[in-house]
């Protein structure tokens, strides 16, 4: 397993943008399917979007579809999360996860890897 250590979060108002960071430990990030997943106070965690880890392909939750992009960047061990056009409803503890040779996902069961979660906050 890696080390996920994520940053980035903040307070940003509604129809702004954040860029989260979820950077990783050990040399073989590479062969990583990653993904980021987020919980609201109250609410279950949810899939946000994820990316392969032998490919860009990428898998998006519907209700983040052409405002989140998901990207990686092997040589730095990193994997981003851009956030446009935030929502209020968008606000919420955002989780980094992994798991070795895994494809895009969208169920947590399918992630070993965990990061500490970063906060999101979306004012109106």
């Known amino acids: 397993q890696v080390q996920l250590v994520e940053s980035g979060g903040g307070l940003v108002q509604a129809g702004g943008s954040l860029r989260l960071s979820c950077a990783a430990s050990g040399r073989t990030f590479s062969t990583y399917g990653m993904a980021w997943f987020r919980q609201a106070p109250g609410k279950e965690r949810e899939f946000v979007a994820a990316i392969r880890w032998s490919s860009d392909v990428t898998n998006y939750a519907d209700s983040v579809k052409g405002r989140f992009t998901i990207s990686r960047d092997n040589g730095k061990n990193t994997v981003y999360l851009q956030m446009n056009s935030l929502k209020v409803e968008d606000t919420a503890v955002y989780y980094c996860?992994?798991?070795?040779?895994?494809?895009?996902?969208?169920?947590?069961?399918?992630?070993?890897?965990w990061g500490q979660g970063t906060q999101v906050t979306v004012s109106s």
């Open positions: 996860a992994g798991k070795r040779w895994g494809t895009n996902s969208d169920r947590a069961l399918d992630y070993d890897s």
